[in-house]
């Protein structure tokens, strides 16, 4: 075990750089933070390369601690933990993990989640763990939709960035490959042309895309989708919020199965 009781330490300088995206790519890979995460972390066999702990975290999870490799642990001070938290109370634990290497789609096969510039790190977060609890194949980040690795997406998460595919690639490619292998692609709009999503019947495998908080989704996507559905409202408000949207959606399309 390893023990680091200084702020300037040259790996604790490393670390703290992960809390920019542009340096959690360059060194492809983050901080995850809390006792439930780094579990989820550890049993998902992520590449774990440092479990960071204080005296909280070796007073609570101290068991649990000494069955890691002890090669991974590091014990650090309170200041050294503040210094890599993101979040306003420092919980004790937190782990420094490699990022996944997926840049294909696995296949087409199932219900897949499509995003395309969701950019509220809260909504992109709760829109794939709804995803993981409804049982999608997985989920595709198009363009300006938000970094998963960062810490409110990571937390609204919860850890089910570990049970399901989550890929970054463009939408109008993956358009064209669900199109390839005769997948509908579902959009969401509120236009004349757009049909109530209670209408749309049982499909095994589908897209299904959702857009931006303010635009919704881009014409271009649009207008390569199979059919735009709508979620019809009773009440006075102009629109849902994306994720419930979503969650909505989601669960129509895995129940019709």
Not at 126 to 144: F, H, P, S
Not at 199 to 213: A, I, T
């Amino acid at each position: 075990m390893k023990e680091i009781m200084s702020t300037k330490n040259p790996l604790i300088k490393e670390w703290k750089k992960l809390h920019k995206k542009k340096e959690r790519q360059q060194q492809q890979r983050y901080i995850i933070e809390g006792f439930h995460l780094v579990e989820e972390a550890v049993q998902a066999k992520q590449k774990i390369e440092a479990l960071v702990f204080n005296q909280r975290g070796q007073k609570e999870w101290g068991p649990w601690l000494q069955k890691q490799p002890a090669e991974l642990l590091v014990f650090v001070s309170d200041d050294v933990l503040h210094q890599l938290s993101e979040l306003p109370t420092a919980q004790g634990i937190l782990a420094i993990v490699a990022m996944p290497q997926v840049s294909e789609l696995p296949s087409t096969h199932g219900g897949w989640l499509l995003l395309d510039n969701v950019q509220d790190p809260g909504n992109v977060g709760t829109m794939i763990r709804t995803a993981d609890a409804a049982g999608l194949a997985g989920v595709i980040l198009g363009e300006g939709t938000a970094d998963i690795y960062n810490t409110k997406v990571l937390r609204s998460m919860q850890g089910s960035n570990y049970h399901l595919p989550i890929i970054r690639y463009p939408l109008v490619e993956v358009m064209k490959i669900f199109a390839e292998n005769k997948v509908p692609v579902f959009g969401t709009a509120l236009d004349d042309r757009a049909l109530p999503f209670t209408q749309q019947v049982s499909v095994k495998s589908y897209g299904l895309l959702l857009g931006n908080e303010g635009s919704g989704v881009a014409a271009e996507l649009l207008e390569k989708t199979t059919a735009n559905l709508y979620i019809p409202m009773k009440g006075q408000a102009e629109s849902l919020n994306v994720a419930i949207a979503a969650g909505i959606l989601m669960y129509h399309f895995e129940l019709l199965k």
